[in-house]
């Protein structure tokens, strides 16, 4: 990739826990105990990096409910934010969810947990400077590899960024109707161990309703609901864990494993969630109730196709200017159009 | 000679493929295992992204949009008729292992239940070699199989505190080494200044399944000076190919 001579810092002002570098995933370790990590909702991760012009695995900031404070430094950095609906202040005007905008060196974003979603990504035109570890910069805080040293990102951390050559952009929302994604029914495959469990606690499980716990991180949410019960014990010889496999132990609560979990374990598998629904999951906050559906492989893999065809559709972006917005959002985003007016290097 | 497969085909979601040779620890159904590994990784089916030994089954991760299910079942079997026993890499591992009571934080508590002195636990646990039947749970983690009968012993009721890196455990009939800190439901009953997982070496990993193991009994000083030498890169454990 060409990139201009320069290089400019994203400096963080604030972080509250959980906000990571995150590419596409380590991928080619699992054989050594090594999950993926990467992004909690790859549809987010992928849509913020392709509205700047970054390839879609590329790295960027994962940002929990904890939030984000920062600013650029030495140079403006074009900047791409979404996932959840989360509720984003640049220079303390309020900003669309899903937005493209250029972060004047000194300006301010503000990504604060808004009216729903757990993620949001912040994609930067260009390269983050972290060393790759086994071929990826995603962050395993558990076991403390990947990112940056390892760890969450901190108040007082500088990312210096090598800047791609990209027109900036002006400041625009994100058209991702695909981020808006109700809850309602998340689809799985059955298996690999739905036959520890009979028929009627299958039945059960189907049924629900479910409800995601207070207790979920990237490695696992553990869901409230009817208790399952195994039809031939809870301890099977731990095997391979794939990435929204949904295990149910002794205490028959199942707890779906995510992006950071364990790379094999020994608790039956009831499902696993299909690839295009774990952002969806990965999405709702402790509280939110749902269903499982059951679909075939078919069903599911019909689902990646469409997923896939969205993101190869490109990204429109639309200036904020010609959107219909209200008349107290208008106005503050006039006064942010002077504020980057008046200090933009073009 | 021509192994006899039939194994179960399990979907774990659209994109992985489990092919379980069984549901128990056992050497046979291991080396089956390990065999469909090696041939897959000699000749990977396009559109197959990792394959995951573990004691029992290989999980194989797949790209769903590169290769159909059914077209990697049709392989996989296909792969299968013309296997012939695995016999192995043939690494054999020893691994330094410090069984001082500073160190070995359950050896007197498990040596208790089992009905041992601490010498008698610690010369049959350093005896022994062990077949490494998979890594997995964390980075570098290994599960050691083979393990004495008197030092066969069952999994704590409710987990101990974490543990040091390099701890080396017994539990559940089995053995393990642990390169993170970690509360584990095992007995620590030793600890190797190796470090089974080092992100920035240039071998980030040691040791794979289908490896041997053994363990040789080093003294606190020894421990302390390996340690250092592993802290810097080194690789202080020995290795033997077959």
Redesign the interface.
Known sequence: MRTDASEAILRILSAGPGATLQDAGR????????TAAGPMDQLAHATANLAVGNPAGATAIEVSVGGIELTAEGAPLSIAVAGGEFSLRLDGKPLPPAVLLNLEAGAVLKVRAGGRGSWCYLAVAGRFIVPT??GSHATHTR?G?GGLNGRALAAGDRLAIERSVSPTPSLSAIAAPWLDRPLDAICV?????HDYFADDQIAAFLAGPWTVSAKVDRMAYYLDGPGLTHARGYN???????M??IQVPGDGRPIVLMADR????GYP?IA????PDLGRLAQARPGAVFRFEAVT?GQ??EA??SE?ALLARGIVVEPLMRTELSSEFLLGLNLIDGVVGAEGSG | MTLQFDPRFLDAGEAALVVEFGDTVDPVINDRVLALDAALRADPPTGAREFVPTYRSLMIHYDPLGIDRETLVAIVRRMMTGLTEWRGEGTTWTLPCCYDPALAEDLDEAAKILGLTRDDAVALHTKATYRVYMCGFTPGQIYLGDVPEQLKISRRATPRPPHPAGAVSIGGGLGTVVPFVMPTGWYVIGQTPERLFAAERQDAFLIQAGDLVRFEPIDLSTFRDLAQRAASGEIVARKRAA
């Open positions: 991928h080619g370790y699992l054989r050594f105990g090594v570890v086994l076991t590899f495959v059955l298996g690999p161990q099977i010889v731990s095997d391979g864990i794939a929204g496999a364990q790379s094999t374990g598998k696993t969630i299909i690839g492989i599911a893999v990646r196709r896939a």
